[in-house]
């Protein structure tokens, strides 16, 4: 076999062949392979996105090369430069601490995310101040705090950034961060190595414990009945317990009444996706904590790519960046366009969000993005606000009372009349006809700008 540089080297070269040259420099080239022991190999990559793309796309068929040309299989790891290196850690537990078991090590916490850097908006407000709150008093506010809601949407995020917070108040204070996979492994292995007194220790000696996607617990009967132990000595002791989960806890399937009225003695909090202004004051914050220049409009532009997940979002940034640097051109709309393109695909696949419409149309009309959105009541804008509307019913699968809220918090029946409006009129004026047809094209077609 190999080592690290040369099996790098041929990884490179297959890639060379089979890709193209843009796919090639923008996740090949900008990754960094960091060692090669016990059958496992540590690639580097710049960024979750890099990082997600490999998992999805590349991974399996590095494994398969390996295989067919080395008749070997290998373990394949991708890391982000702030994740921990597995063999770094096991060489360190190896030497230094030998003897002390690895459930009693101390999880490591992400230290970019932190209270400065989450940005704060209508859908996360209350599990922000909670987050806070409970960083401050802990174990006695909000016992368990509870944060529930989609994909990528920060719930680790503020997780990490109340661990963050108490160690910069109280250095001493005992964090333990996992995931709810995490408890499960480390709970089965204690039983496999008769470690379970040092399990117990591991998880009920902290001030401070934070679960994450507590969802997985479901239908682990044994994990979930240590779990409940863990969680009454912590609590009888006053010690903060912090969860996250996709949904309320009543939703989990078979994680049992005691459990759920437990996770109910505290705080739910709720968050959801970022409204178009906070999406820009992410991408903002992003942009300025990388140095990076980014013009306004391109900032907005991203913004109304992304709606739902802030993983993408943050993705969707960092993949112009990258395309502006194999470009080597400044960034710009058009560039922006290009870029995100690469990353969703052909026009075709393309998905249309409510944003998207509204941008494009206020540019077609030359009206303000505000006006779109806004409760002017003159012609001049009344009609472009209609067919916007218009264009988000039919182009996208938002329900009524959501275009309702993209456009400045209107009732759905506001939604309704636009539509039936619209609808009504195309019958007779042939300049609408032509206009929607215009903008459909646009929307489907390359550009946008
Ligand atoms: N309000 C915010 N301000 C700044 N960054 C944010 C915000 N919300 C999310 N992020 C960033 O988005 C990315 C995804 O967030 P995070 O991993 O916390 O999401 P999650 O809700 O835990 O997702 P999952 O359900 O997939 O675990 C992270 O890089 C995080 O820093």
Redesign the pocket.
Known sequence: MPDLDALWQFICDKFHVTLSQVTYNTWIAAAKPIQFTDNTFVLEVPS?LHQDYWKQRLVAQVLQLIEDNFQQQITFLVMTPDQENPLASADLTKTAEAEESSLLRNSPL?K??TFE?????D??QMA?AAALAVSEELGTLYNPLY?Y????????????AIGNQLLKNRPKAKVKYVSSETFTNDFVNSIKNKQQEEFRRAYRNVDLLLV??VQFFAKKPGTIDEFFHTFNDLYDDKKQIVL?S?RLPNMIENLGDRLISRFKWGLPVE?TP?DYE?RI??LE??ATSEKLAVPNDVLKYIAGQFET???E??GGLTSVKAYAQMKKEPITIKLADEALKSLTGSPQDRVINISQIQMLVAKYYNVSLADIKGKKRVKRIVIPRQVAMYLSREATDASLPKIGREFGGKDHTTVLHACDKITAALSSDSKLRRDISDLKKQLNGEAVN
């Open positions: 979750v992400n970019s995310y850097s989450f940005v704060v908006g859908g996360n922000h944060f809601g989609g994909v990528g949407l920060g719930k680790t995020h503020l997780m990490h994450d996607d996250s996709d968050i970022p906070t004051a992410i914050t992003k997940n802030v993983r979002l943050e």
